[in-house]
């Protein structure tokens, strides 16, 4: 099971309304909340539709 850090980029599936489909973890636990990097956008997940939605993570 991969481990996610605060500041990771992850990318998902689906592209968000503004274009962009990388996004900043900013809080981990049971819930996450990521930032768009295109706009932005402060989102709030359960784990489980986080992982659902993850394409992968982008290399440091």
């Known amino acids: 099971m ?3 850090n605060i500041g ?3 990318i998902t ?3 968000h309304p503004c274009g962009s489909n ?3 973890i900013i809080r ?3 819930d996450f909340k990521i ?3 295109g706009c932005g956008r402060i989102v709030m997940l359960t784990r489980e539709k ?3 939605s993850l ?3 982008e290399q440091k």
């Open 55 to 57: 394409k992968r993570t």
């Open 13 to 15: 599936k689906k592209l």
């Open 28 to 30: 981990t636990g049971i």
């Open 35 to 37: 930032k768009c990097t």
């Open 2 to 4: 991969e481990e996610y």
């Open 22 to 24: 990388k996004w900043e």
């Open 8 to 10: 990771d980029i992850v």
């Open 50 to 52: 986080f992982l659902k």
